[in-house]
Nanobody, 115 residues
Framework: QVKLVESGGGLVQAGGSLKLSCAAS????????VGWYRQAPGKQREFVAR???????MYTDSVKGRFTISRDNAKNAVYLQMNSLKPEDTAVYYC?????????WGQGTQVTVSS
């Protein structure tokens, strides 16, 4: 059974930092594409960042230079370091792992950035 669990969200002031973690069981992150997505109130879920099997990364334009996605193969975890946070980064952040034709999602972690 595949399970993804996010953690690390919270309340932070604008300009602050948070590091999100996504831990997996039942699936090996280093063999699959893993991404972070977010959903703000009243908005659709959107792509934030991803890391592929080779460690190549991709970011949405609004977070480039501020967010960094990384992976720890020994811990089977993926992280999202978020710096210089802005109020518009407020959202529930989700981890997703692509496994063939299947997508596995975590339950999400709330990030709130106050102005």
């Amino acid at each position: 059974q595949v399970k993804l669990v996010e953690s690390g969200g919270g309340l932070v002031q604008a300009g602050g930092s948070l590091k999100l973690s996504c831990a997996a069981s039942g699936i090996i992150f280093s063999r699959n594409l893993v991404g972070w997505y977010r959903q703000a109130p009243g908005k659709q879920r959107e792509f934030v960042a991803r890391i592929d099997r080779l460690g190549n990364t991709m970011y949405t334009d609004s977070v480039k230079g501020r967010f960094t996605i990384s992976r720890d193969n020994a811990k089977n975890a993926v992280y999202l370091q978020m710096n210089s946070l802005k109020p518009e980064d407020t959202a529930v952040y989700y981890c997703k792992c692509d496994y063939g034709v299947l997508d596995y999602w975590g339950q999400g972690t709330q990030v709130t950035v106050s102005s």
